[in-house]
Every structure is written in C-alpha cells, then in structure tokens.
C-alpha cells in the first residue's frame, strides 16, 4: 500500500485516528478568517484525487461555512397561515455553497473541486482547489488548460459536488 491509501485509511474516521490533532486544528481555524488562502493541503491524498499539483497556477482556500437551516426574511404583510413559514430547504449543500463563496473572493480563479476537512458544531470546513485561468503554467499544461475557457462552473452547477446537489451523479454502492 502507498502512503496516500494510509491517510485515506486515517481520515474514514479522524476524530479518533487525528485524536487532539483533530481538535486543535478546529480551535485554531475558528480564530481564522471565513476564507483563508492555505499553502499546503489537510488531505493531501483528497486534493490529488481531485485534481491539485504543487505548482504554480494552483491555489488553496479553506472556506468557513454556517451549519443550520437558511431562513427567509420575517414575512410583514398579511398571508394565509399555511404560506406564513420561514424555513427554507435549499437543494444546495454546504460544499456547493462553500465553492460558490470562493469564486465570488477569487474572480480570476476557477474553482475545479473541494472536499472536506472538518466540523464542529456551529460550521463546516471545506479546502476548494482553484486554478488561475491566466497563468502560463496552466494554459501550457494540456491536462488543466481546459479551464481556461470555462468561467463560472460553480454558478452553473459543474463541479463534482454542485452535480451531486442536483442528483446528476449517483452514489456508488458496494
């Protein structure tokens, strides 16, 4: 077995395999910005799964983002009883939203995958890969310089983690 089977081994369950590591890590993020721009990934094994190369072009964000339903807006003028509810069911899960969130901090970027790296109980943490469009290491490279065309693939739902949201790819079972 190669090193990056073990560390996908460790995080199956990191609360217990990280121990205090897990949850120092989250102590020092929740003192950290809601995005902050990261050197080196938490999962390395995840990242390169995904798609990331330590080298230039490549970037690295963790993003924070709110556990807990999404309201609408208190409702002032009269209604009905039955359209008087607040609670909003977004088809959108946290990941999704964490990516949407990066692209709108990093315009340049493309966003071309996220995984996650940690929970507490108020947030969700989440490290998004993003590409620089217009670098020169980037457009050289045949295997990423499909990118460079593509603006916008979080708002129209083409990362992995927005088609799962809209049910475009199953999960696999067994």
């Known amino acids: 077995m190669g090193m990056y089977k073990y560390v996908r081994d460790i995080w199956k369950n990191p609360k217990e395999n990280l121990g205090e590591l897990w949850r120092s890590r989250r102590l020092e993020w929740k003192k950290q910005p809601v995005t902050i721009r990261i050197d080196r990934p938490t999962r390395i094994d995840k990242a390169r799964s995904l798609g990331y190369k330590a080298k230039q072009g490549y970037i690295l964000v963790r993003q924070k983002v709110l556990r807990g339903g999404r309201q609408k807006p208190q409702i002032r ?11 909003k069911n977004l088809k959108m899960s946290y990941q999704w939203v964490a990516e949407q969130r990066v692209e ?25 890969i993003l590409v620089d469009r217009s670098h020169p290491a980037v457009i050289a490279d045949p295997r990423i310089s499909w990118i460079c065309d593509k603006r916008g693939r ?18 696999r079972k067994g």
């Open 77 to 87: 003028a009269g209604r009905r009883s039955k359209r008087m509810s607040r609670r």
């Open 104 to 128: 709108k901090k990093f315009v340049n970027c493309s966003v071309l995958n996220s995984y996650y790296v940690g929970e507490d109980g108020n947030n969700f943490w989440y490290e998004v």
């Open 154 to 171: 979080v708002a129209r739902g083409l990362t992995s983690a927005a088609r799962k949201s809209r049910e475009l790819i199953q999960e």
